[in-house]
Structure formats: structure tokens, C-alpha cells
């Protein structure tokens, strides 16, 4: 069945610093992928809409020159958090669409010291 | 985007079916009723979807009524590892649209 797999799983990081998470289709080609955020006890926000070649779309609210998402390759987007604060602090998850239904990744968690 | 309405919680004992309610009173005619699970610190778990008719998989079965206002999913013969939190969420029509989560249904399965 088709796997998106994401990396890392678990990431700690000092506060200012920047992180980049990796989202990747194994065996099919994924010209969109999604990107959400899920703190703990909550549901899964999403936050952008990351498009293959092209600017990826962002939610409301979702500042994007915090949050870079680049997709640059059918099998590859990647989100990088810049200047994380321990309020960034979340599970991170990813998403792609094969022929049917969305795969999800493991997600990340990321905590910001 | 058509919006679900589930109950916060629910449970089963072991080896009973689970049957997840789920509201969806606002769904367009073209738009798909899927299922994820999520068991805690993973991501969602694709379980099963459907349009009109009801559909059944290795997983579960999933009943849509006629009005398509509603639908059921049942998990025949619950088990431990089925405690996780169900989402039912109505997919906009489109290859790619987005899936907007709610909050879900907390299901425990009890030995």
C-alpha cells in the first residue's frame, strides 16, 4: 500500500534555532502534500497545502515565513520551522494522496527548549 | 466545507462491535464520508470511505443512511488495539482537497 514517510521522528531544538522536517512518498508521486499541527489533546489543524513546483498555500493564521514548506520533487516536501519558541512545541504530520483515501506519515514531535 | 458532529467518547467491550455515530447534515451530493483512527502519537490511520452505498473492508463497514445525513462505522468485533480516537470527516469533492478534522470520538475498548 502506498507509505509517506516522515523524518524526523523526534526532534528537540534550542529556542531560535531552525528545524526541518521531511515528508516523502516511497512508491507513489504526490503532486500535493498537507501539512498539519496537533497539540496535545487536540484535534489536527491544518496548515498548508504544499503543491509540487509551486507556492505551497497556507491556512489562516499560519504565519508562512515562519513555517517554510518547500516541494520541490514529486516524492519530497519538507517543512521547516524557523526561529522555533517552545510554543512551537507540537506533533507535527504530514499528508499525501495516492490513488485513494490520504496517507498520513508517523508524524514529528518536536520540542523546543 | 460540510462539517461532522460525533460523540466525544464511547466504549466497548472486547470482542463487541463498535458502532461510531457520526452527523454530517450539511454534505453535498458529491462529497465522500471518510474514516481515519488515530492511535495516540501516531499519525491517522486510513479506515474506509463512501459516497451513497455501504461499503465494507477487511477493517470495518461503513453505513451511510439514504438521506446521507449520517453514517455508522462499525468495527465487528473490537479489539484493545482498536482503542484510539475516530474521525469521521466529510471530504470536499476535488482529487486533491483538504481534510478538515474535527474533535473525533474518543473509543475504548475494554477487555
Redesign the interface.
Known amino acids: 500500500g502506498a507509505v509517506?514517510s516522515?523524518h524526523p521522528s523526534r526532534v528537540i531544538c534550542k529556542s531560535g534555532t531552525s528545524v526541518k522536517i521531511e515528508c516523502r512518498s516511497l512508491d507513489f508521486q504526490a503532486?500535493?502534500m498537507?501539512w498539519?499541527r496537533q497539540f496535545p489533546k487536540k484535534?489536527?489543524?491544518?496548515m498548508a497545502?504544499s503543491n509540487e513546483g509551486s507556492k505551497a498555500t497556507y491556512e489562516q493564521g499560519v504565519e508562512k515565513d515562519k513555517f517554510l514548506i518547500n516541494h520541490a520533487s514529486l516524492t519530497l516536501s519538507t517543512l521547516t520551522v524557523t526561529s522555533a519558541h517552545p510554543e512551537d512545541s507540537s506533533?507535527y504530520?504530514c499528508?499525501a494522496?495516492p490513488n485513494?483515501?490520504?496517507?498520513?506519515?508517523?508524524?514529528t514531535?518536536l520540542t523546543v527548549v | 466545507d460540510a462539517k461532522t458532529t460525533q460523540p466525544p467518547s464511547m466504549d466497548c467491550a472486547e470482542g463487541r462491535a463498535a458502532n461510531l455515530p457520526c452527523n454530517h447534515s450539511t454534505i453535498s451530493g458529491n462529497e465522500y464520508v471518510?474514516w481515519?483512527r488515530?492511535i495516540h502519537?501516531?499519525?491517522?490511520?486510513?479506515i474506509i470511505?463512501g459516497l451513497k452505498n455501504n461499503e465494507t473492508n477487511e477493517m470495518a463497514s461503513l453505513i451511510i443512511t439514504e438521506d446521507r445525513k449520517s453514517s455508522t462505522l462499525i468495527l465487528p468485533h473490537a479489539t484493545l488495539r482498536d482503542t484510539a480516537v475516530y474521525?469521521c470527516i466529510v471530504k470536499p469533492s476535488g482529487?486533491?482537497s483538504?481534510?478538515?478534522?474535527?474533535?473525533?470520538i474518543t473509543l475504548s475498548v475494554r477487555p
Not at chain 1, 43 to 46: N, P, T
Open positions: 509517506v516522515q503532486t500535493t498537507f498539519y484535534s489536527l489543524m491544518l497545502t506533533f504530520i499528508s494522496v485513494y483515501g490520504y496517507t498520513f506519515g508517523s508524524g514531535r | 471518510y481515519y488515530q502519537s501516531q499519525g491517522p490511520q486510513y470511505h474521525y482529487a486533491n483538504k481534510l478538515t478534522f474535527g474533535k473525533g
